[in-house]
Structure formats: C-alpha cells, structure tokens
C-alpha cells in the first residue's frame, strides 16, 4: 500500500474517531507468539480468550482491567470487538507497514530512535510542532506500565507547541462519549500524557516533508 499524503493521513485519522476501537491492554506495541498484533483499526480480537490469557499470565493486570470496565459500568460482552494500539493506529493512518519495515518492528521506541537518529529512515525530528506531525516518546522503563505513546498532532498553538492529539489510547476507553456516541480508545484529546514525559519530541513523516 504506497503512504498517503499529509492530507489523507489526518483524514483518516479524523476518519477512525468514529471506529469504536479496544486498545487491548496485553498487546499493546508487541509481537505476539512471533505474530504482529494488533496491526491496525478493525482488527477483530476474541475479547475473551484475551482477558483469559491476561489472567493467566498476569492475574493483577487482568483485575485492574476489569476493576477498569466496573467503574465505568461496562461488562466484556459489551467491549468492541476490533482492537489496536497506538503504534498500529499511526503505520494505519500513514499507509505504512509495521512490519517489515526499514525500521524493524515499528513501535514508539523505534519511531523516537529513527527521528533522533542520524538516519532517519522513516520520520525526522522537528523543533516545533505542525498537525499531522507525530507526538511520541519511548519506553520509559522495563514496566509494561511504561510503555512508549504516540499519536498525531492535531492542534498547534502560536509557540509551536501541540495541543491537541489524535491518539489510541487504553485511557480514552474511559472518556464518557457524547449523547448517542460510543466509547473509543482512539480519540482526539489534549496532549497531558505527553506533556508529562521529558522524552517527547515532535517527528514528522518523512514523505510529509
């Protein structure tokens, strides 16, 4: 599939808020058994055979994700069906593959090492933001809790700086959706979550150069 431009990029990113999406939680910019997953929006998941899998392998991860649903009064029949991350919502959105790439295995840690390397493959670093530009950090930490996010920006304000992204997200399941809307982990919020990471930087795209 050849990229698609700056322009139908945040189409399509725009396009998928109302792609009611699951970001599931134990694969989250991993490779699973050797298989990429989740790969883009609309990938379809057994719900259940994942959370049994979670409770398996990590019986407090599986409690909070259903202390998670309890508290915003949902049940695992009611969960969308098609699952993404963050990483697979961005290659999606861009028209890229995650896999293979000239990259490897395109998650947020590889997106932030080519924009600040000397290479860049497939994405540049830029000083200030501009919408469609990546908003990205890497792993923090071995914790799975610490795991890299990106997301497009969407919004810039006069000092170049982002203030609103487009972004696949386990937290934006819980934002209340408006009257007659679902709930979605890909939604277009302020940019907090990154704002709080010294390691965000700003990439574009390089074919959006």
């Not at 392998?57 to 009064?73: C, F, T």
């Not at 896999?99 to 000083?127: C, Y």
């Not at 209340?176 to 990471?197: H, L, Q, S």
């Amino acid at each position: 599939m050849p990229a698609f431009s700056l322009d139908q990029t945040m189409d399509r990113a725009r396009g998928a808020l109302a792609m009611p999406t699951l970001y599931w939680l134990d694969a989250g910019g991993l490779k699973d058994g050797g298989r990429a997953m989740p790969t883009r929006p609309g990938e379809p998941t057994d719900v259940k055979r994942r959370l049994a899998e979670m409770q398996a392998k990590d019986p407090d991860k599986a409690r909070k994700y259903l202390e998670g649903l309890a508290r915003i009064g949902l049940t695992i029949e009611q969960l969308p069906r098609e699952t993404c991350d963050c990483s697979g919502f961005v290659t999606w959105a861009l028209g890229i593959a995650r896999n293979p790439s000239p990259i490897g295995w395109v998650n947020t840690d590889a997106m932030h090492e080519d924009a600040r390397g000397r290479q860049n493959k497939l994405f540049v670093r830029l000083e200030q933001a501009r919408i469609g530009a990546l908003i990205v950090y890497p792993r923090q930490g071995p914790a799975s809790e610490q795991v890299g996010h990106v997301g497009f920006v969407s919004e810039v304000d006069a000092q170049g700086r982002a203030t609103r992204v487009i972004h696949c997200s386990p937290h934006n399941f819980e934002i209340e959706p408006a009257a007659g809307g679902e709930r979605n982990a890909i939604a277009e919020t302020d940019t907090a979550i990154f704002d709080k990471v010294e390691a965000t930087i700003y990439a574009l795209f390089k074919a959006h150069a």
